[in-house]
């Protein structure tokens, strides 16, 4: 398991965030707007490409999660 730290650069989260984004019956576009992102950085997120700790904190805050439940297990 990866862990989550205010000094990490970037960590890669899992399938969580589209888990959890289609629980809310969200699109990508809505979690986007929504995070204040780019669509393409959700995309690249729900991938598992690594990103930065704040783009994640972003996307956790618009599904109304913690960082650390979306990162890798």
């Not at 289609?22 to 809505?30: I, L, V």
């Not at 490409?49 to 297990?73: C, F, M, S, Y």
């Amino acid at each position: 398991m990866m862990e989550i730290t205010e000094g990490a650069a970037t960590y890669k989260p899992t399938n969580r965030v589209r888990q959890i984004r289609h629980e809310q019956f969200m699109t990508m576009e809505d979690l986007a707007k929504k995070a204040g992102v780019h669509f393409q950085t959700v995309v690249r997120v729900e991938h598992g490409h690594p990103a930065k700790a704040g783009t994640i904190r972003k996307i956790a805050d618009a599904l109304g999660v913690e960082p650390n439940e979306l990162a890798q297990l």
